[in-house]
């Protein structure tokens, strides 16, 4: 009995009949080997690594730092930016306990509901923008033409990047989130350049904030009393984190998200008839068809048990969060794109301490892009294939040709 669910292959050549994803052998795992000890051929790679697909295995992982700890093999690559011990920076996803209560105290304050809040007018003029753009060219690649535009102006707004820096920042973003896909990071060389690349910026547009302060979040930071400040290499850490998780996995959101709309055209008219005001349940179905992170990794900090399976100390586990949310343990019918579904126990933002600190943010940015996309268009139709990229860590889209009128 063997399952290969973490190759960067097997996401690369995707079934979009099966949303781009192995579902079926994540079934035949949940109920066979919801354990999974997974062994990986693959320089970039662990050599193996237990696989979790059901939700209530995730669920115990996810929420016992204690056992399973993040500072190392947060994924099943050998190597990821936030693990100090090899040479990173500190950021929320690679801490545990109070070094990691206290990061996310620093920040979490320019992410509540109600700060996020204040973005949405401006928001929603930078999706107005981005849309009748593309709609002037009729026919294009929506994941580079609106998909990536999206966050990756409402995430340099709120760090405070200035518009020029905008491309390159993109670049290294592409490069350090997606090392395994040749288009983005033709080698390893150049992801550990990207990597470098946002480290010095960070350094750059802290220093320049602190002369010259705004009300972008770095600004608020840089300008704030010690306990409430990070050094630089949290700095570091943290504009990487931000960069790569509001940057990529949002767009991936949108082009999974889209992607499905066009293939179920009932949820299309659905979603037309409601364009003045997204409800929140369309808004978390799409977050859950996408999926945009693949796997999250811990590493056991003692000997224990998961479904039956002996963990010992230094094991790494890797949680398979499309396996949870597809998991018809806890989500009715969840082949089926629904977005009135209510309730919906999705993972895609995470769980526990380190639930996704921007998913906010990222609903918001959502439904504004949605509801603009859905107002000013009558048909979108696909012209071509949809690309995936090659990674089992981020669920990507690299192209989804469309024509759009």
């Not at 936030?82 to 690679?94: C, D, R, S, T």
């Not at 010259?212 to 570091?236: C, F, H, Y």
Request: glycine fraction near 6%; hydrophobic fraction near 40%; proline fraction near 6%.
């Amino acid at each position: 009995m063997t399952f290969d669910v973490l190759s960067p292959e097997v996401y690369a050549k995707g079934d979009p009949a099966q949303n781009g994803l192995p579902l079926d052998a994540m079934d035949r795992m949940r109920e066979q080997a919801p354990c999974y000890r997974h062994r990986l051929d693959d320089p970039m790679m662990v050599d193996e690594i237990w696989v979790l697909t059901r939700e209530e295995d995730i669920q115990q992982v996810s929420r016992d730092p204690a056992a399973f700890s993040s500072r190392r093999g947060l994924t099943a690559r050998l190597w990821t930016p936030f693990e100090v011990e090899l040479g990173g920076k500190p950021a929320m996803i690679g801490l545990d306990g109070e070094d990691h209560v206290r990061n996310r105290r620093v920040v979490s304050k320019a992410f509540t509901p109600n700060v996020v809040k204040r973005f949405e007018a401006e928001f929603r003029v930078m999706c107005r923008r981005i849309v009748q753009k593309a709609l002037a060219k009729g026919t294009f690649n929506f994941v580079e033409e609106i998909a990536v535009e999206m966050p990756l102006n409402a995430i340099c707004e709120l760090m405070g990047v200035p518009e020029k820096d905008r491309r390159t920042f993109l670049s290294w973003v592409n490069a350090y989130a997606v090392p395994t896909d040749p288009d983005y990071a033709p080698s390893p060389e150049a992801a550990l350049g990207a990597v470098a690349g946002i480290w010095q910026y960070a350094l750059e547009l802290a220093e320049h904030r602190r002369t010259q302060p705004g009300e972008d979040l770095m600004s608020k930071i840089v300008q704030a009393r010690d306990e409430d400040t990070l050094d630089d290499e949290e700095l570091q850490g943290f504009v990487l984190l931000l960069a790569g998780g509001g940057g990529d996995t949002t767009r991936n959101a949108f082009s999974h998200g889209l992607h499905a709309l066009i293939r179920k055209p009932e949820q299309m008219a659905w979603l037309r008839e409601r364009a003045d005001d997204i409800p929140a349940s369309a808004i978390q179905e799409i977050v859950r068809w996408a999926t945009p992170v693949i796997h999250i990794g811990r590493t056991a900090t003692t000997d224990t048990e998961i479904a039956g399976q002996p963990i010992t100390a230094g094991d790494r586990v890797a949680m398979l969060l499309p396996g949870a949310n597809f998991d018809p343990a806890v989500i009715d019918d969840p082949r089926t794109f629904d977005l009135s579904r209510d309730p919906n126990r999705h993972l895609s933002f995470g769980m526990g301490p380190h639930a996704c600190i921007g998913r906010h943010i990222a609903a918001l940015e959502i439904k504004l892009l949605f509801e603009e996309l859905l107002r000013e268009t009558s048909t979108i139709e696909m012209i071509g294939e949809i690309g995936y990229v090659r990674d089992n860590f981020l669920r990507g889209v690299h192209s989804l040709p469309v024509k759009i009128s």
